[in-house]
């Protein structure tokens, strides 16, 4: 056996981060995965290339014949994803939407019924409010910190239930366990979006969940170059997401797959920085006069802190908070236009903090912290509040 066959499944989180699912190239000897820019492969003979197409209809890992279903360096991503969320297989598709449309649509026909969580990234809100129903699917929101609610919204034809673990922008927190259970129950999928929390902080397949998805153009790849959507879960639901995914043309550029591989190395360095970037900044804006609240997980203030002390990991929280100024619409202005280091910007997870001024959430500030020096951030925002005094 060579030294690079080694299983590091059993080794600890950051040395899968950084090990599994690449090696050196078999050809090249190259350490770092090449980027495989090529649409199709060649094979020596026709009765080849047809037992390929036969195994490749099987979903079988490790065979490429058409990079819109499969290509090497994206193969690579797939196994190290597979490592850090624990699961049996995992798709990488062109972006989050993708990665969520792709994951709730191979589990649901006309006809059919999905429990939605009422606190949703917009694109899913409207895929929930517009898009299923107008295909014949049966929609549903609701309230999931009280899991009562989803007990109620079950119907016989209810075949998927679905939510952010960590919600956006409201950061409110599901009981995954509890979930999970009602969703098995009735037989329903148990389907997470984990982007803002990440596997570094959480990882729903084992709190119950059958699929998790990310936008993994967070904190997979962290550093705001590249898109990417992940699907992982068993074998038998990611192959048909596969199916679905290379139907729909869902699939991701492999040079997005060569970033992701190279940020996911150190996913785990900068998760930790920016949750110790977050707690910092959460307790210190709770001492700030201007302030009406704070929301962050890792503060007992927040309403499912002891939740979130049981299921992540580590003692981390992740790097989303939220703050709401005293005011209204004017107030959020003059504070936020007043910072330097972070841009008024979307998308989280990204090295650089990130601040989006949210007005149709009654102008609340979300802040993704990134991993710059915590005392420049906190100084940034105290001559902040000095400008936004001083008027």
Not at 103 to 117: M, P, Q, T, Y
Request: with cysteine; aromatic share 10%.
């Amino acid at each position: 056996m060579s030294r690079y066959d080694t299983d590091y499944s059993k080794m600890r989180f950051a040395t899968r981060a950084i090990k599994s699912g690449e090696g050196p190239d078999p050809v090249t000897k190259a350490l770092n995965t090449p980027i495989y820019e090529t649409s199709t492969y060649g094979y020596e003979t026709a009765e080849q290339y047809d037992e390929m197409l036969a195994r490749g209809a099987k979903w079988e890992p490790d065979l490429y014949i058409y990079s819109r279903t499969t290509n090497p360096t994206t193969n690579a991503l797939e196994k190290k994803v597979m490592a850090l969320e624990g699961a049996e297989d995992a798709v990488i598709c062109s972006c989050g939407m993708a990665a969520i449309s792709n994951a709730l649509l191979s589990n649901l026909n006309a006809g059919d019924h999905v429990i939605c969580s009422d606190d949703t990234f917009m694109c899913t809100s409207s895929l929930f409010a517009d898009i299923l129903p107008a295909k014949g699917i049966e929609t549903c929101r609701v309230e999931v910190l009280n899991v009562e609610n989803i007990e109620k919204a079950m119907k016989p034809n209810t075949k998927v239930v679905y939510l952010e673990a960590l919600s956006n922008p409201q950061l409110k927190l599901a009981d995954l366990p509890a979930i999970a259970e009602i969703a098995h129950k009735h037989g329903c999928k148990f389907i997470v979006d984990n982007t803002f929390l990440s596997p570094v902080v959480m990882r729903p397949l084992k709190w119950g969940a059958d699929i998790v998805v990310h936008s993994g153009t967070k904190y997979y790849v962290g550093h705001g170059d590249a898109l990417c959507g992940i699907v992982a879960g068993s074998k038998k639901d990611i192959d048909r997401v596969r199916y679905y995914y290379d139907n729909f043309g869902s699939h991701i550029a492999p040079y997005d797959s060569w970033l992701a591989l190279r940020s996911v190395r150190t996913m785990p360095l900068r998760v930790r920085k920016q949750s110790e970037n977050a707690m910092a900044l959460a307790r210190w804006f709770e001492t700030r006069p201007e302030v009406d609240f704070v929301t962050y997980p890792g503060l007992e203030s927040h309403h499912q802190h002891e939740l979130a002390t049981r299921i992540f990991e580590d003692g981390l929280y992740g790097g989303m908070l939220c703050v709401h100024l005293k005011g209204g619409y004017e107030e959020m202005c003059r504070f936020a236009d007043a910072t330097r280091i972070p841009p008024i910007a979307t998308s989280l997870g990204d090295v650089v903090t990130l601040m989006f001024p949210k007005s149709a959430y009654n102008n609340l500030i979300r802040i993704s912290t990134g991993c710059e020096d915590v005392q420049d951030l906190i100084d940034d925002f105290t001559q902040a509040f000095d400008q936004y005094n001083r008027k």
